[in-house]
């Protein structure tokens, strides 16, 4: 395989290979002061009290601690991450481990200290190379129709499998109580893994758990993202074409066919039904934004401005508009369009944005700005979070160095980004938080970029 000479615009994100143009336009417009606002993290429902036993051991195989130990853990992990749930301390429990319904004595777990309104309990085994486990929801309010829901689950015993059925279980659990909001523990962040002087696109479990590399290319491949249906990966990667737009099949391991085109092609997006590609390309002399179908043909150019326009993201619940960002007034700005290119309207009025990502239910942006950006200017590059019907925003990080490429998550209660404490691109590792901007936490050491967050 030809490997692409090494240039320094190979080793960057395309807003740092652009920054030098950048410059050399105009100051920002002047920033209003905006008045803040509340996102929902909750889908309406929140702070339920909920208990999470450790499950009891139903066999003697020497492998069933370790496994469940592994389930118990993962279970308690993906409820506490789950946004809705006041999580009881486990020190607060009743010494009885309860294992099936007949063993749970449930008004002890709804009388203080556990105060509980619901419990998640069961039992656990491995027999012949099988982990079998029977999980249970009670409402403790209820004492006379108390179970909620009953699930049993039945794998490989590997210690993958416990962490898998801990987020099937848990998955169940979020959806029954948010109101019949899916839960995001069976969902996967895919990110660009810095390896030397190649970038490569790495999976990983939406808690970070199981990362692994998905392309072997030997080159710098950016943003990934993946279709609605979860087959499909799309980036851009460098060869000897410079940079295009490519393919990976999740479903059959390998790179299947984009087709290419002149020009610098950059950031896809995919149309909620999974039949459009949006993306970057230079092929008409000046980066625009170009929609094709998945397989790179039917190509049609949807702006026509001088200044770069970048970074396309379809609105996931009409598919009717895109929001990207511009240099056609200066600094990059963030904007909405129809996806036929009509009904333009700017978004920020100042600063330096980057990095659009569409809120599940249309009505919210997410994005990185550096609000007062010059040099010497406060503040820095942060997350932000923009209702797109009053153009109001909030501000979800602050100082804590460059912020940047936030994706939503698929329940629309999180947000994964990436983050440099001290601003070098090489040490940037992925956080996430809820979309309010609290339980900040880190799910990647350094070298971790670009994350976007599965559909489902």
Same mark, same amino acid.
């Given at each position: *395989?030809?490997?692409?000479?090494?240039?320094?615009?190979?080793?960057?994100?395309?807003?740092?290979?652009?920054?030098?143009?950048?410059?050399?336009?105009?100051?920002?417009?002047?920033?209003?002061?905006?008045?803040?606002?509340?996102?929902?993290?909750?889908?309406?429902?929140?702070?339920?009290? =909920?208990?999470?036993?450790?499950?009891?051991?139903?066999?003697? @195989?020497?492998?069933?601690?370790?496994?469940?130990?592994?389930?118990?853990?993962?279970?308690?992990? @993906?409820?506490?991450?789950?946004?809705?749930?006041?999580?009881?301390?486990?020190?607060?429990?009743?010494?009885?481990?309860?294992?099936?319904?007949?063993?749970?004595?449930?008004? %002890?777990?709804?009388?203080?200290?556990?105060?509980?309104? *619901? +419990?998640?309990?069961?039992?656990?085994?491995? &027999?012949?190379?099988?982990?079998?486990?029977?999980?249970?929801?009670?409402?403790?309010?209820?004492?006379?129709?108390?179970?909620?829901?009953?699930?049993? #689950?039945?794998?490989?015993?590997?210690?993958?499998?416990?962490? &898998? =059925?801990?987020?099937?279980?848990?998955?169940?659990?979020?959806?029954?109580?948010?109101?019949?909001?899916?839960?995001?523990?069976?969902?996967?962040?895919?990110? +660009?893994?810095?390896?030397?002087?190649?970038?490569?696109?790495?999976?990983?479990? #939406?808690?970070?758990? $199981? &990362?692994?590399?998905?392309?072997?290319? /030997?080159?710098?491949?950016?943003?990934?993202?993946?279709?609605?249906? $979860? !087959?499909?990966?799309?980036?851009?990667?460098?060869?000897?074409?410079?940079? %295009?737009?490519? *393919?990976?099949?999740?479903?059959?391991?390998?790179?299947?066919?984009?087709?290419?085109?002149?020009?610098?092609?950059?950031?896809?997006?995919?149309?909620?039904?999974?039949?459009?590609?949006?993306?970057?390309?230079?092929?008409?002399?000046?980066?625009? =934004?170009?929609?094709?179908?998945?397989?790179? /043909?039917?190509?049609?150019?949807?702006?026509?401005?001088?200044?770069?326009?970048?970074?396309?993201?379809?609105?996931?619940?009409?598919?009717?508009?895109?929001?990207?960002?511009?240099?056609?007034?200066?600094?990059?700005?963030?904007?909405?369009? @129809?996806?036929?290119?009509?009904?333009?309207?700017?978004?920020?009025?100042? /600063?330096?944005?980057?990095?659009?990502?569409?809120?599940?239910?249309?009505?919210?942006?997410?994005?990185?700005?550096?609000?007062?950006?010059?040099? /010497?200017?406060?503040?820095? %590059?942060?997350?932000?979070?923009?209702?797109?019907?009053?153009?109001?925003? =909030?501000?979800?990080?602050? @100082?804590?160095?460059?912020?940047?490429?936030? !994706?939503?998550?698929?329940?629309?209660?999180?947000? +994964?980004?990436?983050?440099?404490?001290?601003?070098?691109?090489?040490?940037?590792?992925?956080?996430?938080?809820?979309?309010?901007?609290?339980?900040?936490?880190?799910?990647?050491?350094?070298?971790?970029?670009?994350?976007?967050?599965?559909?489902?």
């Amino acid at each position: *395989m030809h490997r692409p000479k090494r240039t320094p615009v190979s080793r960057h994100s395309y807003w740092h290979n652009i920054v030098a143009l950048l410059f050399l336009l105009a100051c920002a417009f002047a920033l209003q002061a905006q008045e803040g606002f509340k996102t929902e993290t909750s889908s309406g429902v929140s702070n339920i009290r =909920i208990a999470v036993a450790d499950f009891k051991p139903a066999s003697a @195989d020497p492998q069933t601690s370790a496994f469940k130990h592994t389930f118990d853990a993962t279970l308690y992990a @993906d409820l506490a991450n789950a946004g809705i749930f006041d999580i009881v301390s486990k020190s607060l429990l009743p010494e009885s481990t309860p294992g099936a319904p007949a063993e749970i004595r449930i008004q %002890q777990w709804a009388d203080a200290p556990t105060s509980a309104a *619901m +419990v998640a309990f069961g039992n656990f085994s491995v &027999q012949g190379n099988r982990i079998t486990c029977n999980g249970f929801l009670f409402d403790a309010k209820n004492l006379q129709y108390p179970q909620v829901l009953a699930k049993q #689950y039945n794998e490989d015993a590997t210690d993958d499998s416990a962490r &898998q =059925i801990a987020h099937r279980f848990a998955d169940e659990i979020i959806f029954r109580l948010s109101g019949g909001s899916q839960g995001i523990a069976e969902s996967k962040i895919y990110y +660009v893994k810095l390896t030397g002087a190649d970038k490569e696109i790495w999976q990983m479990d #939406y808690d970070g758990a $199981n &990362q692994h590399p998905l392309t072997h290319l /030997g080159t710098v491949s950016l943003s990934p993202r993946i279709s609605p249906d $979860n !087959s499909r990966l799309a980036f851009s990667s460098l060869g000897r074409d410079g940079f %295009q737009i490519r *393919m990976f099949s999740l479903v059959l391991n390998r790179m299947v066919n984009f087709s290419a085109t002149g020009g610098t092609n950059l950031s896809p997006a995919w149309s909620p039904n999974g039949k459009d590609i949006a993306y970057s390309s230079s092929r008409s002399g000046d980066p625009e =934004i170009w929609i094709s179908d998945t397989n790179g /043909g039917t190509s049609r150019r949807v702006t026509s401005f001088r200044g770069p326009d970048v970074s396309p993201v379809f609105n996931p619940r009409t598919g009717s508009q895109i929001a990207w960002i511009s240099g056609r007034t200066n600094l990059p700005q963030l904007y909405v369009m @129809d996806v036929d290119g009509s009904n333009i309207q700017r978004m920020t009025d100042g /600063g330096y944005a980057t990095s659009p990502s569409w809120s599940p239910n249309g009505q919210f942006l997410t994005f990185a700005w550096d609000r007062k950006y010059g040099p /010497g200017a406060p503040g820095g %590059q942060d997350i932000y979070v923009m209702e797109i019907a009053t153009k109001r925003w =909030i501000q979800l990080t602050h @100082d804590g160095g460059r912020c940047d490429f936030p !994706s939503w998550s698929p329940d629309g209660r999180h947000i +994964v980004y990436a983050n440099s404490p001290d601003g070098k691109a090489t040490h940037m590792k992925i956080m996430t938080m809820l979309a309010d901007g609290t339980q900040k936490h880190e799910l990647t050491g350094a070298g971790a970029d670009m994350p976007n967050w599965s559909w489902k």
